[in-house]
């Protein structure tokens, strides 16, 4: 029996293919929606043919949208800023508060250890809403309600049990040998964890934090309920393309292409490491 | 930070013993810290849920203990937004297991083209739902859109996605395949990929036909991946939000009447704060539920992998 | 020229100049009608300012929570007077429409000083004023020392007055006696008939004038005229659904949506006349409504009868007057008919939606956010916005009697003036006043979509709505 026989690689191309298209299909033409006008874009039936335009471009970066009822400002691109803010920001302080954590529960047994894992993962799966509900309340009286520092810390919830949950597993898959060989050598164990564990752990860490990225940029409800117009998403700022005269669906096109584009790029770079990085602590040391 | 009083700690060998039954726990406090707060919302939560609390009557506050359960559980409205969410769990879940399992297997093999690939798949991911959904409204409208236009070419010129009943389910199913099967396809993946290399070889130099291996090698050795995956995916597919509401608020009828909806709607819309904390205690002992089966399982595939080295 | 425009103005003002006058002579001092209009507002606001002591709360800043929407945009455009005339600053918070009440509702539930002026609907003060958290504004528009006399609140159209005032018992009428007045009208919309000309020509139809004509003209339509359908409706699962066309429709045929039965309110969507309304709705939508109807706001009514998708709408008609402009495919293309369904009825009666300001219990600086609702809904700052952006529909009489107004509407938007004056005086809002509004209209739009969605009979659909309205209705103690 040969691998690759010449049927198998068609089969192989053409459900590609297929996989390929269910997949990119509505993104390339999303892509090509972001070069027409409203008018080219609802057309009866939709066609392929338009003449393409930077519009929807110049409308999102310089902030202001004509439309027949007055020109509407247009923040997107400050939505894009926090989302950014907000993303990166809950991400990194996850990475801080998660990686020794993950290391913690990876290389010691100890008491209420399992406990304090299982409480922190099950955090990312609690209906959202439930917290949302009186947390509003206690923002208001904190003063965290419309400050970044308080979506931050509500974003956890999304972005560090996933962090902790990879990082652990992947820390799992390395052998404790190399740790123990370099602190023979006398070194303490900050040094050791920050010289040999994680750059050791670096592809289980990027697709973390790939992954708790993406959640964290497509958030929605939390910022819409705890913060004011100026601290929102791009996922809330988008809808702002539903105007009263009218959806401008070019816009939230070129809206959606911009917004993916950081997180596009960032997965581009950790490409090497996506997939190795997620082997949740099922692969032998 | 923590980590800096530990450096000096750690150095001092002394101390050693002490240092390693402290040191676990100073490295995840932290953490724990962080979010041990959410936990008193979550109080609060259940304390509204054995209210009569709808923000329109203040006068009409008081405690009910679980009156509020009751209620839910004596009405058929309620078990058709637990059958609904089960069935939309089990949908997402069954299809997105096939499809992912299905691509990880086309781009096994470690190929540039096969991890650029992987990384496009998981474009749909990163497009937030909320915004998904308005382009798959486009797309799926009769007028203006693309896929009303294709499904037309190939007969079907009725057919009316998220707004007839029949197909509603079906619609936002096809939406979730879309955003998550790249999520799910990544993790096995991975699994694949870390499987050991010495089974197939064997294989192959025996001549053993490829169904085989994929049944009786293939499979079992990633069931644990499976059963991870297909967990993580039902905790969150059980809690859907963004796309149903962004679709149909939940139509059309109570078609799609989901837990978060529903309790988004009595909580924001109705301000029936009471019921809707109810609602969402009822999913989340459910998910707590699962999402315990869902650790244990990840124990037992690490001791297993653990047993195996 | 500056001054003498200025001066120009300040006769206006004194009512020694009528405003066209004022236009022409600005016109032969070479003075675009725009910049001359800008200096009347000018010195209106300052004669304002003379009457009154405007600058009383001068260095305020005051925050609003802001739909996004054209009455927005032209306040904005004209807040700097404001904040000349005061010394108050503003700033200001601006959310999309789909997720705007949940924003409003969030704000205010959890007792939120952030905003002190925020945009409502009337039906929403239903719920927001018995909650606590509306001020009512009688006390301010009673009162002298924080109302200035040109105010003169007499002038903004008493069904409208009305409409955003509520004792908060429910069922009682809107605007009785101590009711509390929980909102200032701000701008607002009824529902008629919007059509394509152009379409109706071609085809030779005539607008519907009763409900029967309705469903055959849409029929015609779907049928004859190739990729489009006859009639644009609101159908997704929500209180939107109910409120614009079917509510005016339903009311015309002297249906109710409850009944005071002993002092209780009692469901009254089961009664032979409403079930035989429904069952017209419900056939007019499958035969001739859009394909994906259930899914239907707003935005999809608007954008498929300005893309040329539908022949017509039975919703808001600044919806219509909106879809006219450029960028539309059917931009000027649209036209405009009042619509009483009712062959029996002597007038159409079109249910409203108001936008209305209101003012969060939990402001700290109520005052300071009076003098802005109170400028914000003056005629001045009304006409600015009739006359210069979209402020349509206003809710000043002494608007619609302004001729510039009329003049621009008449030109650009031809027979709207038309359809207003029939359909205004039978505009009010038609439904109940309770609490418990979104719960039960949401459920209603629901039990309509499982009749065009054929799973219920319209018959039974409407005996089960009006069993469980009934049910949630003792439930909640009403």
């Known amino acids: 029996m040969q691998r690759q026989t010449s049927l198998g690689r068609v089969v192989r191309v053409g459900l590609l293919t297929m996989v390929g298209l269910f997949f990119l299909f509505p993104i390339f033409w999303v892509f090509l929606m972001s070069f027409q006008t409203n008018q080219e874009i609802l057309r009866i039936p939709p066609s392929l043919f338009f003449e393409p335009t930077l519009h929807n471009y110049q409308v999102l970066f310089s902030g202001r949208l004509e439309t027949q009822t007055g020109t509407l400002e247009v923040r997107f691109m400050q939505n894009l800023m926090n989302s950014v803010i907000l993303a990166t920001s809950s991400v990194a302080l996850s990475l801080v508060l998660g990686i020794p954590a993950a290391y913690a529960f990876a290389r010691f047994k100890f008491r209420l250890g399992e406990d304090i894992a299982f409480t922190l993962l099950s955090f990312r799966f609690a209906p959202p809403l439930l917290v949302l509900l009186p947390l509003a309340i206690y923002f208001q009286q904190l003063g965290l309600i419309n400050t970044y520092t308080g979506l931050i810390w509500v974003y956890q919830l999304i972005t560090l049990p996933l962090i902790l949950w990879i990082v652990r597993g992947y820390f799992e898959d390395i052998s404790e040998d190399i740790e123990h060989a370099y602190r023979i050598d006398g070194n303490g164990w900050f040094k050791t964890f920050w010289k040999i564990a994680i750059p050791l752990a670096k592809p289980g860490i990027a697709a973390a934090t790939l992954l708790s990225f993406i959640f964290a940029w497509n958030n929605f409800v939390f910022a819409l309920i705890l913060a004011s117009a100026d601290k929102q998403p791009v996922t809330v700022g988008a809808l702002a393309f539903v105007t009263a005269s009218g959806i401008q669906y070019g816009q939230i096109a070129a809206s959606i292409v911009l917004s993916v584009t950081p997180t596009l790029a960032l997965a581009l770079y950790a490409q090497r490491y996506l997939v190795e990085g997620l082997s949740l602590g099922a692969v032998k040391g | 930070m923590a980590t800096e009083a530990m450096t000096g700690a750690a150095t001092n ?109 998981l474009l749909p991911l990163m497009i937030a739902p909320a915004i998904a959904s308005l382009m798959w409204r486009l797309m799926t409208n009769p007028n203006f859109g693309v896929l009303s236009y294709i499904v037309g070419l190939f007969g079907f010129t009725d057919f009316r996605w998220a707004s007839a009943p029949s197909t509603a389910l079906f619609t936002v199913v096809m939406i979730d395949t879309w955003v998550y099967t790249p999520f799910m396809m990544v993790l096995l993946l991975a699994g694949l990929r870390a499987l050991p290399r010495q089974p197939f070889e064997a294989a192959e130099l025996d001549g053993v036909p490829q169904s085989f291996v994929f049944f009786r090698i293939t499979l079992p050795m990633l069931t644990p991946y499976i059963i991870t995956a297909a967990l993580f995916r039902m905790l969150e597919s059980i809690q859907q939000f963004d796309i149903i509401y962004a679709m149909t608020q939940g139509g059309p009828g ?41 650790i244990k399982q990840w124990l037992r595939l690490r001791e297993k992998a653990r047993g195996v080295a | 020229m500056t001054r003498k425009i200025h001066d120009l103005a300040d006769a206006v003002v004194r009512r020694q100049l009528g405003r066209r006058d004022f236009i022409r002579r600005a016109g032969q001092m070479g003075i675009g009608a725009g910049a001359a209009l800008y200096a009347l507002n000018h010195a209106q606001s300052i004669a304002m300012a003379q009457n009154f002591d405007w600058q009383s709360h001068s260095g305020t800043s005051i925050k609003l929570l802001l739909n996004q929407h054209p009455y927005a945009d032209a306040m904005i455009a004209n807040l700097e007077t404001f904040k000349a005339m005061t010394g108050i600053d503003v700033t200001y918070d601006v959310f999309p429409e789909d997720v705007y009440f949940d924003k409003v509702t969030a704000e205010l539930s959890s007792g939120s000083t952030e905003y002190d002026v925020f945009m409502t609907g009337a039906y929403q003060t239903w719920q927001y004023g018995p909650a606590g958290w509306l001020v009512d504004l009688n006390e301010f528009i009673q009162d002298s020392a924080h109302t200035g006399p040109e105010y003169d609140w007499e002038d903004i159209l008493p069904s409208l007055r009305a409409s955003t005032a509520w004792s908060g018992v429910p069922g009682e009428a809107l605007g009785g006696d101590g009711a509390k007045q929980w909102a200032i009208p701000w701008g607002f919309e009824l529902n008629s008939i919007a059509y394509n000309r152009r379409v109706f020509d071609e085809h030779g139809l005539e607008p519907p004038t ?46 109710r949506d409850f009944t005071m039965e002993n002092g209780q309110l009692m469901a009254a969507m089961n009664t032979e006349g409403s079930k035989a309304f429904h069952r017209d709705w419900v056939q007019m939508i499958k035969e001739s409504g859009p394909r994906d109807w259930s899914t239907y706001t707003w935005y999809q009514v608007g954008t498929d009868l300005g893309a040329g998708a539908s022949g017509m709408i039975y919703d808001a008609d600044i919806l ?23 062959p029996e009825a002597e007038a159409p009666t079109p249910n409203v939606w108001i936008w209305s300001l209101g003012m969060s219990n939990f402001s700290q600086r109520k005052d300071a956010g009076w003098l802005f609702m109170q400028w914000a809904s003056s005629t ?76 219920i009979p319209v018959d039974e659909g409407l005996d089960q709505l009006a069993e469980s309205v009934n049910r949630q209705l003792r439930q909640a103690g009403l």
């Open chain 3, 320 to 342: 219509g007057y909106f879809m006219n402009g450029e960028g539309n495919a059917e931009a000027g293309n649209l036209a405009y008919a009042a619509f009483a369904p009712n």
């Open chain 3, 210 to 255: 009763d409900m029967a004509e309705l469903m055959e003209t849409a029929a015609k339509i779907t049928r004859d005229v190739d990729g489009m359908y006859g009639i644009g409706v609101r159908g997704s699962r929500s209180w939107a659904t109910i409120h614009p066309g079917f509510l005016s429709g339903y009311s015309n045929f002297g249906e």
């Open chain 3, 380 to 455: 001045d700052h009304a006409l600015f916005g009739a006359r210069e952006m979209d402020f349509v529909n206003p809710v000043r009489q002494s608007v619609w009697d302004d001729e510039a107004f009329q003049n621009r509407i008449a030109e650009s938007y031809p027979g709207y003036l038309e359809q207003y004056q029939a359909s205004a005086p039978g505009s009010r809002i038609y439904f109940t006043p309770q609490p418990l509004f979104f719960n039960l209209t949401t459920e209603w739009a629901s039990s309509m979509q499982q009749m065009v969605g054929d799973q």
């Open chain 2, 254 to 294: 109570n078609t799609l009447m989901v837990f978060q909806v529903t309790a988004y709607l009595e909580r924001y819309q109705y301000t029936n704060v009471g019921r809707s904390a109810a609602i969402l205690m009822v999913l989340w002992v459910i998910t707590f539920i699962l999402s315990n089966i869902f």
């Open chain 2, 13 to 121: 060998g002394a101390k050693r013993p002490l240092m390693r039954k402290v040191l676990p726990y100073l490295l995840s406090l932290p953490a724990l810290l962080v979010c041990i707060g959410i936990l008193i919302p979550f109080g609060t939560a259940a304390w509204y849920s054995m209210q009569r609390y709808n923000l329109a009557f203040p006068m009409t506050r008081g405690f009910i203990w679980f009156d509020n359960y009751i209620m839910l559980f004596q009405d058929p409205s309620f078990w058709h937004t637990v059958r609904v969410s089960l069935l939309y769990t089990f949908f997402t879940v069954g299809v997105q297991l096939l499809l992912g399992l299905g691509i990880a297997l086309l781009l096994q093999r470690r190929t540039l083209f096969n991890n650029i690939m992987s990384i496009l798949l």
